[in-house]
């Protein structure tokens, strides 16, 4: 059974566009997370939720809007995309909100063109 | 503010060669560390980890020893194989913080 899932797994876009992307996570964790990777690898926390309330919020463009509608799933819709919102977006849960195991899911990767 | 600090890569070795990769930190408190590691095409996945000084993580071969004197947390593998080219990242978390990673280092590991 996958711990963490993502869909979908590739997305091509273009310029302006409205999209989201769904996760969900069967392994009763009360913590969820998105994070950006860009092409350097270099992985980025976006935004963290603890039983669906926001905890963190990092600088990220008022664009990007999670929404949780239950403990298991965090959904990122992101709004007007622009070339620079093209990575690899990954979503990961854990049990607690700090200092726990988190666990990925296999990323959603996103080109707008 | 808390950080992590990994050696650039990318690291190619040969097959049954030893790994390191260096790890340092700076951090309020008393930070638990990790090794993750991301496969190609994967997500990250834990491969080791260590919460109090002197402690030793290990797993699949890999060790890592979480050093208060050196802020270090350096990963060792004795002899590295095909199969575990990957980009590994070192992270920290402390007090009421999220995990907080380093950048990467990509290895190649060759026949």
């Known amino acids: 059974d996958t711990a963490v899932s993502q869909t979908p797994k590739y997305l091509v876009t273009q310029m302006g566009n409205d999209k989201s992307i769904k996760c969900e996570q069967n392994?009763?964790?009360?913590?969820m997370y998105w994070y950006k990777q860009d092409s350097k690898k270099f992985l980025k926390i976006m935004f963290s939720y603890n039983n669906k309330e926001l905890i963190i919020n990092e600088t990220v463009p008022n664009r990007f809007s999670p929404k949780s509608p239950d403990k298991a799933h965090l959904n990122l819709h992101i709004n007007s995309l622009e070339l620079g919102d093209s990575a690899v977006y990954f979503c990961?849960?854990?049990?607690?909100?700090?200092?726990?195991?988190?666990?990925f899911g296999p990323g959603t990767r996103l080109t707008v063109l | 503010g808390n950080s992590v600090t990994q050696m650039e890569g990318p690291v190619t070795l040969s097959e049954e060669a030893f790994l390191t990769i260096n790890c340092t930190y700076t951090a309020t408190g008393y930070p638990s560390l990790f090794w993750y590691v991301q496969y190609p095409g994967e997500g990250l996945q834990l491969l080791l980890k260590a919460t109090k000084a002197d402690d030793k993580g290990s797993n699949k071969g890999f060790e890592a020893t979480y050093r208060k004197e050196t802020t270090s947390f350096h990963l060792e593998k004795g002899s590295v194989q095909v199969s575990d080219s990957a980009v590994y990242f070192c992270?920290?978390?402390?007090?009421?913080?999220?995990?907080?990673f380093g950048k990467g280092t990509r290895l190649s590991v060759i026949a």
């Open positions: 992270a920290l978390s402390s007090g009421n913080t999220p995990l907080v």
């Open positions: 990961a849960s854990s049990q607690g909100n700090t200092g726990d195991t988190q666990y």
């Open positions: 392994l009763g964790h009360d913590t």
